[in-house]
């Protein structure tokens, strides 16, 4: 039986780098500072691990597959792609998602269009590794959450995982898809502990998660906005309201399915994302409720989100713009 142990978010991320890198020669890890800049070899190296140290330790065991970047995600990028392309499995580490318009064209219209451009011909099995959100005062050019953007290029996969466990079979699923996968990391959830079996195992792209079930109203999440949810259905429980939790954890393909059901189940949705309101994901969701379950709908979709507005730096207003559980609670109530 494989045993489950308790780890964070981020060990969950290096652990599954590590089984995907002893399990396939052709995984590389690339980025900035993912092995330090320093000695290459022997005691000397430098582990720095990446910007918040998630791949520290990597580079001792595979020292010619780990490897440091100059500081230009166009290339950090544009290289990935390239050697996705001639027959590797490159990890390309993208420090935030917030750097995504300085490397946009390789993915958007390289990594995205080649399979289909080449009739299937074509692959690019190519994973990028991005830290997103809010919520450590990382200031308005660090603390975005842009999946939106590449959900919505056809083309590529995004996930966003909510647990540690998540975090390693979503990103060991990744790393061996022959398409282009977007992994978001969010930056609330790399220090959280969660219990991730031992050895080699993966979760299914394009599969939600139903985190609690409930028969009243159905609480939609992705990423670090799950727990909010949870809590959420833990305060509703108090008063006798029976919340469902599901967790959409991949982006891009979407499991419509699974969104509909819990629609079917409850007759209430409130979507709850990081991200800004206009053309994101929970924009996306309520509009699928719309088209598909509207007869399903026994009251308005409700979207929390952030507001239409850059990354506050300031702890208090960093706060009162990102989703709550109590703003979950508040929308659940709203009696419109």
Same mark, same amino acid.
């Given at each position: 039986?494989?045993?489950?142990?308790?780890?964070?978010?981020?060990?969950?991320?290096?652990e599954?780098?590590?089984?995907?890198?002893?399990?396939?020669?052709?995984?590389?890890?690339?980025?900035?500072?993912?092995? /330090?800049?320093?000695?290459?070899?022997?005691?000397?190296?430098?582990?720095?691990?990446?910007?918040?140290?998630?791949?520290?330790?990597?580079?001792?065991?595979?020292?010619?597959r780990?490897?440091?970047?100059?500081?230009?995600?166009?290339?950090l990028?544009?290289?990935?792609?390239?050697?996705?392309?001639? /027959?590797?499995?490159?990890?390309?580490?993208?420090?935030?998602?917030d750097?995504l318009?300085?490397?946009?064209?390789?993915?958007?219209?390289q990594?995205?269009?080649?399979?289909?451009?080449? $009739?299937g011909?074509?692959r690019?099995?190519?994973?990028?590794?991005?830290?997103t959100?809010?919520?450590?005062?990382?200031?308005?050019?660090?603390?975005?959450?842009?999946?939106?953007?590449?959900?919505?290029i056809?083309?590529?996969?995004?996930?966003?995982?909510?647990?540690?466990?998540?975090?390693?079979?979503?990103?060991?699923?990744?790393?061996?898809?022959?398409?282009?996968?977007?992994?978001?990391?969010?930056?609330?959830l790399?220090?959280? *502990? /969660?219990?991730?079996?031992?050895?080699?195992?993966?979760?299914?792209i394009g599969?939600?998660?139903?985190?609690?079930?409930?028969?009243?109203?159905?609480?939609?999440?992705?990423?670090?906005?799950?727990?909010?949810?949870?809590?959420?259905a833990?305060?509703?429980?108090?008063?006798?309201?029976?919340?469902e939790?599901?967790?959409?954890?991949?982006?891009?393909?979407?499991?419509?399915?699974?969104?509909?059901?819990?629609?079917?189940?409850? $007759?209430?949705?409130?979507?709850?994302?990081?991200?800004?309101?206009?053309?994101?994901?929970?924009?996306?969701?309520?509009?699928?409720?719309?088209?598909?379950?509207?007869?399903?709908?026994?009251?308005?979709v409700?979207?929390?989100?952030?507001?239409?507005?850059?990354?506050?730096?300031?702890?208090?207003?960093?706060? *009162?713009?990102?989703?709550?559980?109590a703003?979950?609670?508040?929308?659940?109530?709203?009696p419109?």
């Amino acid at each position: 039986m494989t045993r489950a142990r308790t780890l964070t978010f981020g060990q969950a991320v290096n652990e599954a780098l590590r089984i995907a890198m002893e399990t396939d020669p052709d995984v590389i890890l690339l980025g900035e500072d993912v092995a /330090g800049g320093g000695a290459r070899t022997g005691a000397d190296v430098d582990e720095m691990g990446g910007v918040l140290g998630t791949t520290r330790g990597l580079v001792k065991a595979f020292p010619d597959r780990v490897l440091d970047t100059p500081i230009s995600e166009m290339g950090l990028i544009g290289t990935a792609v390239g050697a996705a392309a001639t /027959g590797l499995r490159p990890v390309a580490e993208l420090m935030f998602i917030d750097f995504l318009g300085t490397c946009l064209d390789p993915l958007l219209n390289q990594a995205a269009k080649l399979r289909y451009m080449f $009739g299937g011909k074509a692959r690019v099995p190519l994973t990028v590794r991005t830290v997103t959100g809010a919520g450590m005062q990382a200031a308005a050019q660090h603390s975005q959450s842009l999946y939106w953007i590449t959900a919505g290029i056809p083309g590529l996969k995004t996930v966003i995982p909510a647990t540690p466990h998540d975090a390693k079979g979503l990103l060991l699923a990744a790393i061996r898809d022959d398409d282009p996968v977007i992994f978001c990391e969010p930056k609330s959830l790399l220090f959280a *502990a /969660g219990e991730v079996p031992e050895g080699d195992y993966e979760v299914p792209i394009g599969k939600a998660r139903l985190a609690r079930e409930g028969s009243d109203v159905s609480l939609i999440g992705m990423g670090a906005t799950v727990r909010m949810c949870e809590q959420a259905a833990e305060q509703l429980a108090r008063d006798g309201i029976s919340a469902e939790v599901l967790d959409l954890r991949s982006l891009a393909p979407l499991d419509e399915e699974a969104i509909l059901a819990t629609l079917e189940k409850t $007759g209430r949705v409130v979507v709850v994302d990081e991200a800004t309101p206009r053309c994101g994901i929970a924009s996306d969701v309520a509009a699928l409720c719309v088209d598909r379950g509207f007869d399903f709908l026994n009251a308005p979709v409700r979207r929390v989100t952030a507001p239409h507005a850059p990354v506050p730096f300031s702890k208090t207003l960093e706060d *009162a713009y990102m989703p709550s559980a109590a703003k979950i609670v508040a929308a659940v109530r709203d009696p419109r």
